[in-house]
T-cell receptor, first 113, second 115 residues
Framework: GNSVTQMEGPVTLSEEAFLTINCTYT??????LFWYVQYPGEGLQLLLK?????DKGSNKGFEATYRKETTSFHLEKGSVQVSDSAVYFC????????????FGKGTKLSVIP | DAMVIQNPRYQVTQFGKPVTLSCSQT?????MYWYQQKSSQAPKLLFH???????NEADTPDNFQSRRPNTSFCFLDIRSPGLGDAAMYLC??????????????FGSGTRLTVV
């Protein structure tokens, strides 16, 4: 079956530090990959996505590259801000006719001034 | 702005008392989903509607039901809430037969407390 593994949190960084949140996956076929962000008390927001190998998704300074050879989709940002503090979920959809998003367990990021 | 709206944001219900959560969308997406997210866990799919076709996940308890009277609205009914049903409930939508490309659009969620 499909699964997503994210690095365990919480992650605490100082403002302007470099961020990496690792994500690897197991899936049938060719999954589409997503990063979602959840701010405190809120629902999920799509941060970025990639639908095929070597695609790079980017948004708000965040980037992730779909690496089929390593089955990875690591999230990076060059300089984090306090407003980036949130929980980040890596997710995938795979399988013919599948509608289910498979999520990782989430990584909580705290950015301190 | 086109969006997914969940009401209420916070719901308190008594143990065993039926409760209904609502979701509406202005995106005209034909697929709607309900996810349950317990504290510090990943969201878990309960069921989804593809148009009027209801699709239940195998491990969704019978205590959870859903209704979709039209394209815009979808309801989650919990017939007899237990303490273990306290969670954030997330509604989401996607378009047509390709949920992969656009991904989902999520509502802000309803946080359910059972007392």
């Amino acid at each position: 079956g499909n699964s997503v593994t994210q690095m365990e949190g919480p992650v605490t960084l100082s403002e302007e530090a470099f961020l990496t949140i690792n994500c690897t996956y197991t899936a049938t076929g060719y999954p589409s990959l997503f990063w979602y962000v959840q701010y405190p008390g809120e629902g999920l927001q799509l941060l970025l996505k990639a639908t095929k190998a070597d695609d790079k998704g980017s948004n708000k300074g965040f980037e992730a590259t779909y690496r089929k050879e390593t089955t990875s989709f690591h999230l990076e940002k060059g300089s984090v801000q306090v407003s980036d503090s949130a929980v980040y979920f890596c997710a995938l959809i795979s399988g013919a006719g599948s509608y289910q998003l498979t999520f990782g367990k989430g990584t909580k990021l705290s950015v301190i001034p | 702005d086109a969006m997914v709206i969940q009401n209420p944001r916070y719901q308190v219900t008594q143990f065993g008392k039926p409760v209904t959560l609502s979701c509406s969308q202005t995106l005209n997406h034909n697929v709607m989903y309900w996810y349950q997210q317990k504290s510090s866990q990943a969201p878990k799919l309960l069921f989804h509607y593809y148009d009027k076709d209801f699709n239940n996940e195998a491990d969704t308890p019978d205590n959870f039901q859903s209704r979709r009277p039209n394209t815009s609205f979808c309801f989650l009914d919990i017939r007899s809430p237990g303490l273990g049903d306290a969670a954030m409930y997330l509604c989401a939508t996607s378009r047509g037969s390709s949920p992969r490309a656009p991904g989902y659009t999520f509502g802000s969620g309803t946080r359910l407390t059972v007392v």
